[in-house]
């Protein structure tokens, strides 16, 4: 399944683009809201290690598995279940007035593998279920789109928007010591 989303400023809205299927919508401000804030704690209830010694707090295990799957570490990366981010390099074009329909309701479920979220579209609903990894991906996605959108959402949980530069930053080798990896003993 693939996702994409583009802001446009003149509609204050966010095209979704649902592939396969070809399907296409409007997410509002304030639905945008309830999949980050609602759907976004529903989902971190579900994550798995409760009653696991050892395993951390829902909060703890919710960000951990937050960071892996930011760092595509999908243990369920299965067919039709999500994968890695992927991103275009150029935005479609404003759709025509009234082209789009707009999203008018959600539901969404969560277990220890998958979450899934419906999105209701005029008479239809339009069902997109993955992994647990790739709807992490989904949720930090719709953030950022939200975020760059200037919508200042409000109750988005912190693990969602938590830095992920302070993990990448802390793998690198600090700048004052020498690359001995092809060190051969002859001074420069």
């Known amino acids: 399944m693939s ?8 509609e204050d809205r966010l095209l979704v683009l649902i592939q396969p299927g070809g399907h296409q919508l409007w997410l509002t401000r304030y639905l945008t809201q309830s999949i980050l804030r609602d759907i976004a ?15 951390g707090s829902s909060e703890q295990r919710i960000a951990l598995e937050h960071r892996m799957a930011m ?10 279940m999500g994968g890695g ?23 969404a479920q969560a277990g220890s593998d998958y979450a899934s979220i419906s999105f209701t579209v005029g008479p239809q609903n339009i069902n997109m279920r993955q992994s647990r990894a790739g709807f992490h991906r989904f949720l930090r996605t719709l953030a950022l789109c939200a975020d760059k959108a200037g919508w200042q959402i409000q109750g988005v949980p912190g693990w969602l928007t938590q830095s992920l530069l302070t993990d ?7 700048l004052d010591e020498p690359d001995t990896r092809h060190d051969d003993g002859l001074a420069p």
């Open 85 to 107: 981010m992927k991103f275009a390099h150029n935005s479609p074009a404003l759709p025509a007035s009234g082209s789009i329909p707009v999203c008018t309701g959600l539901d």
């Open 41 to 55: 704690a529903l989902f971190a209830r579900a994550v798995p290690g409760e009653g696991v010694p050892g395993a």
């Open 168 to 174: 990448l930053l802390g793998t690198l080798p600090p």
């Open 3 to 10: 996702l994409s989303f583009t802001y446009f400023e003149a």
């Open 71 to 80: 760092n595509e570490e999908d243990l369920a990366d299965q067919p039709g």
